[in-house]
């Protein structure tokens, strides 16, 4: 895989990092990356798709955390290998410098060039692996002040139980050293899902689909063996044995379609009692990837019914209900309905009492939006247009996961008195495409 330029940009569009590695590309490749982006109107959609050519140059881009990673290329190279290079270096360079946003792009420059000299040479990949660039990357980051931090996504303060996750979780650089002198040995264990859910008109659920990533992010000094245990009835393959070999899937529990492990894992006794064990590399990086299809109970079920109110209105009842327990509370949830062509207005009705709820109608693109902080009850919204849809919903739910898969325990074969154990699992449940047709 060969690329020829590398480039961040922030959402105004402003240069934070660029690299030429192959002098291939025209310049001004950076506005005209952004001005297409920003002007998107192909194809009656209204963002750019992450992979798209202009004048004989691929452009492929991801945005993680409101910045755009871009890699450009003349040659047919694998779509999927590029984008995953770019979330890749977005990892990295967040391993280093603790926390991506413009302002630690802009004080640490010498180490993010440093780092993707390293990583990409002529516009070829040599490694991705934090754990790999220690040994050529020897700038020290200047870490971001947590005062000057603005708060990230809700993932960022879940608690559990009586304890809150700390701050330092997710600004902690894997290289820095701590300004007290000591080194504070950490580990944390994330599991993340994205679910996919199409409904039909009259509530029924089409289609489901669970992705999900065991994350681990580890602070521990020399590398230790630790062992992870996962539920005991968990199983892998859908009838008959597993794809891996591991066991039958006959019988309740969990099932997944079928996982992938990091290459530092090591699968002995993960036949017998589900354990996972490996010598953890710094930095962050996936310890099992999993995908299930089994039959699973939705955290929101939506229902949509039109009505006729005129000749040229229509009434549409959108209609969220919560399925999770009342302990636990969804947030930044945000629902969205392409509207016709020919639409000239749409009002809103909320619910009485309905607080921290927000509607708009985009009036250049044809969409509704509805949003709201939280939710952990019955939701409704009315009094639309007619011909509209579908339905697509996004969302975060903190401290749930849909799969019921669980990290039972963790063990760290080497004793050390800096470490101070608690309740460290975090569970996340995201919207990848949450649907429902009117």
Known sequence: MMISQFFVLSQRGDNIVFRDYR?????GSTETFFRKVKFWKEDGNAEAPPIFNVDGVNYFHVKVVGLYFVATTRVNVSP????????????VIKDYLGVLNED????NFVLVYELLDEVIDFGYVQTTSTEVLKSYVFN??????PARLQPIDPAAIFTQGAKRMPGTAVTKSVVANDPSG???EEIFVDIIEKISVTFSSSGYILTSEIDGTIQMKSYLFGNPEIRLALNEDLNIGRGGASVYDYR??????VILDDCNFHESVRLDSFDSDRTLSLVPPDGEFPVMNYRMTQEFKPPFHVNTLIEEAGRL???VIIKIRAEFPSDVVANTITIQMPLPNYTSRASFELELGATGQKTDFKETSKMLEWS????????SLGNITKEAGPVSMTFTIPMYNVSKLQVKYLQIAKNSTSQNPYRWVRYVTQANSYVARI
């Open 182 to 184: 000591r080194r504070r």
């Open 372 to 379: 709201f902080k939280k939710a952990s009850d019955e939701l």
């Open 140 to 145: 020290e980051p200047i870490l971001i002040a």
């Open 248 to 253: 039958s899937s006959s019988g309740s529990g």
């Open 313 to 315: 209105k229509a009434e």
């Open 104 to 107: 630690s792009f802009r004080k």
């Open 80 to 91: 999927s290998l590029v984008l995953e290079l770019l979330q890749r270096i977005a990892r």
């Open 23 to 27: 002098a291939e590309v025209p310049k």
